[in-house]
């Protein structure tokens, strides 16, 4: 059946700067927020925004991420014109390839892609944290009669050499794209966000494969080409919360952000966040327990001091021990009379009792899932169930 | 795990009770615990147990139980074989008095028509987390016809039931309809397992003898010549038989042993209707101590030895305290709630005291406004 637009998340990479979390699991999978994964985000805002034929495209430690996206049910999306589909690399009658960059990844799945006809391909990241009404820049894109639209963020001046940024006119044609500029001429920076017309698409992923010193990556190598042959290429700004959560700085960073009074994004409300939930009990605070600016998720166990940080699910602080500026993944537990500042604690990590795990601003410690911190400092690899 | 058994819930056992909880909804869609609804857990403990075909006898009103089980997901019981069946209440000419039996009876084909051998028949107004394989063991063991699962009732104000007598042995010597129970009687669970033949012909005799009522007309009547044991299960357990039952019944989560004991057990979740609420913010002047508190909640007041369930929010220098506040309630700035029961979406305007008893909790109705 013919679709509208089908959304491909590039969810493969390895995500090397998340260090220690990303050892055992892909980037999206990687906890969020007390309760949500990444993969969370660009999923609920395609059921939200009625695109409800989505492709997974995974190749790093899939197991978890595979595990967790399931059929899609849990965003609704399991419909039988539609669905999630996870789409590793496969081998053929002529060998086998890995994705060797995010435009070979969707090169491969075109098959996939022609199976719905679609209008448009709508390209998302893995890594990002922000929601969005893509119907929207849709209908930009059909408005501007574009061949290619990209979703832009204006960032601060001072910070816009770390980002892909896009020099557009006064009515949105990009002019000009220059990856982490030092000298940028704009300030909007790319969100990792690309809707193609699916045929001018194909084309330019037809021809690039063909590159042999192409390295396949949109930012890199296509949407260069693109401009290069003046092809009708529109930023579409978009004004909200946008973050990515490519390091540990910037993972801590956003989950901080969810810990304002007015948290960036509405979560739970209309455009509410949907995850694959275990079934777990409410959570419990203990007679001493003191929780404040915090969030805090089913199935966790309070008995200590908790503030300004995000509990995630089954997660346990014992008698006496202090969390402050700190994210616990799920399953995490923090023994008694343990401090815990400025850090990361794996699904499943431990800080033994006693333990003064601490980091500082802009220097946060992690430990990953199942490790264990102990009072020396020494991190073991534990045996902890998640 | 047990095979060849068939679930069957029964959602029309009487309730008269629990008038003012009850009003508006049957009582196995109580709110429990913060998430849960009654009906969560004798459905969880029959699928964590292996049973796989569930009936539910629906209740008159049954809308909010059907919003809540919808196909039977939740509880891995929406299937292509076996899986949820809805067992709804015939029609009843006018004026004539309905009882559980009744619906059984006109459902039995049903029954009948499962391949299983045997049935576990399980009311929905007791809380409790357990392996139903343990029943049907006692069963066997015991030589029995029909096993009752019993509990010791925990307080002497508990309301009614039906308190078991049974020997040494565990044969049942006595059943009998109490109006109030004492502490440590052995009361019944609502919670029956048989062969599935026996089943069908008791009810069927007693309904063609024109009985009601399946304690009353098979239990405590039909089943006279049949050897009747009882199985004691000494975990948690409660009936929820009267608004202090539940009252107390509820506060009594707050000792980690018993939350854990219920809810933690290893290999056995209670599942419930999942909704994608985000975790619980504490703000700034949340001040939280020994609560249950369910996410979607919104906290800048005192809480303390209370219940919260989902969407709760709790304003700036508000006060709740050992009370129950249900789904969306608001306690404005400066309110103070002290053993109060308040339904869904009660709105306590701010700056208003409400004060009730450990032993005579206020309850609020649905909806309203204080």
């Keep these: 059946m013919k679709t509208t637009c089908v959304a491909m998340i590039l969810a493969g990479g390895q995500g090397s700067r998340l260090g220690a979390l990303t050892k055992r699991v892909a980037k999206p999978a990687v906890p969020f927020g007390g309760k949500y994964r990444i993969i969370d985000f660009p999923l609920s805002n395609c059921a939200h925004s009625g695109i409800e034929r989505v492709g997974v495209l995974t190749q790093y430690r899939p197991f978890e991420l595979h595990n967790y996206v399931g059929n899609g049910d849990a965003w609704d999306l399991d419909v039988r014109d539609g669905g999630v589909f996870i789409l590793p690399p496969y081998a053929r009658d002529k060998g086998a390839d890995w994705y060797r960059g995010t435009a070979d990844a969707i090169y491969q799945n075109l098959y996939f892609i022609s199976l719905s006809d679609p209008d448009y391909v ?37 910070e816009a050499s770390r980002f892909g940024i896009m020099d557009a006119d006064e009515d949105g044609r990009i002019k000009e794209f220059a990856e982490k500029p030092e000298n940028p001429k704009s300030n909007l920076a790319s969100m990792g966000i690309y809707l193609f017309s699916t045929d001018f698409l194909r084309r330019y992923l037809e ?19 693109m401009l290069a042959d003046e092809a009708k290429l529109f930023a579409y700004p978009f004004e909200g919360y946008w973050k990515d959560v490519g390091t540990i700085e910037s993972l801590w960073e956003a989950n901080m952000d969810f810990l304002s009074d007015t948290p960036p994004i509405d979560v739970g409300g209309r455009w509410r966040i949907r995850s694959a939930n275990h079934s777990m009990p409410p959570h419990y605070l203990g007679p001493r327990a003191k929780v404040r600016h915090s969030l805090v998720n089913e199935g966790s166990v309070v008995l200590g001091t908790v503030e300004h940080s995000v509990l995630s699910s089954g997660v346990r602080v014992e008698k006496g021990a202090v969390v402050t500026n700190s994210v616990l993944m799920p399953f995490a537990k923090v023994e008694a009379g343990a401090v815990v500042d400025h850090a990361i604690v794996g699904q499943g990590g431990l800080v033994e009792s006693g333990a003064h795990f601490e980091g500082t601003d802009g220097a946060v410690r992690v430990i990953g899932d199942k490790e264990v911190y102990h009072v020396d400092g020494t991190v073991t690899e534990g045996s902890g169930v998640f | 795990m047990i095979k060849n058994v068939m679930g069957i819930v029964n959602l029309q056992a009487q309730e008269e009770l629990l ?4 009003e508006q909804r049957p009582l196995a869609s109580l709110p429990f615990g913060g998430r849960y609804r009654l009906i969560d857990f004798p459905m969880s403990c029959m699928v964590n147990s292996g ?33 949820l069946f809805y067992l709804p209440p015939v029609r009843r000419a006018h004026g004539e008095q309905g009882g559980d039996l009744q619906n059984m009876y006109s459902n039995l084909d ?107 007309d098979v239990l405590l009547r039909a089943a006279a010549g049949c050897r009747i044991c009882a199985h004691q299960h000494t975990g948690y357990a409660w009936r929820i ?33 999942v909704k994608d609420m985000a975790p619980v ?43 129950i506040i249900m789904q969306n309630g608001v306690i404005g700035a400066h309110a103070e709630a002290e053993c109060v029961i308040t339904d869904k979406n009660v709105f306590i305007t701010g700056g208003k005291v409400l004060q009730g008893a450990r032993t005579y909790p206020i309850y609020i109705g649905k909806n309203k406004r204080v």
């Design chain 1, 122 to 158: 709508l390209v998302l990241s893995g890594d990002h944290i922000y929601s969005m009404d893509y119907s929207k820049m849709i209908a930009a894109h059909k408005e501007n009669g574009a061949e290619a639209t990209i979703a832009v963020i204006r960032v601060p001046w001072e």
């Design chain 1, 207 to 225: 021809a690039d494969a063909k590159q042999k010193n192409s390295s396949h990556d949109f930012g890199k190598d296509v949407i260069p080409k």
């Design chain 2, 19 to 22: 008038s003012a909880l009850t």
């Design chain 2, 51 to 83: 049973i796989r075909n569930v009936g539910v006898l629906l209740p008159e009103h049954s809308r909010s139980i059907l919003d809540h089980l919808r196909s039977g997901k939740d509880w891995d019981l929406a299937r292509h074989h076996k899986g």
């Design chain 2, 110 to 216: 049903f029954v009948d028509n499962s391949s299983e051998e045997y049935v576990l028949l399980a009311e929905s107004s007791a809380v409790y987390n357990m392996d139903f394989t343990e029943v049907m063991e006692t069963h066997f063991r015991l030589g029995a016809d029909i096993t009752m699962v019993t509990s010791a009732s925990r307080c002497t104000d508990s309301g009614s039931g039906i308190v078991v007598r049974a020997a040494r042995d565990g044969v049942v010597s006595d059943v009998c309809l109490h109006s109030d129970i004492k502490k440590g009687e052995q009361r019944s669970l609502g919670i029956y397992f048989m062969r599935k033949q026996l089943f069908v012909e008791l009810v069927r005799q007693a309904v063609e003898h024109g009985g009601k009522d399946f304690r009353v």
């Design chain 2, 241 to 273: 038989c009267s608004v202090q039952a539940y009252y107390e019944t509820n506060l009594a989560l707050l000792h980690p042993e018993v939350w854990e004991g219920l809810f933690l057990r290893e290999g056995a979740p209670i599942y419930t209707k």
């Design chain 2, 281 to 323: 913010q504490y703000l700034d002047g949340a001040h939280v101590k020994n609560s249950i508190v369910a996410n979607g909640c919104e906290i800048s007041g005192k809480v303390e030895n209370s219940i919260l369930f989902r969407g709760v929010r709790v304003d700036r220098g508000a006060v709740v305290r050992n009370s």
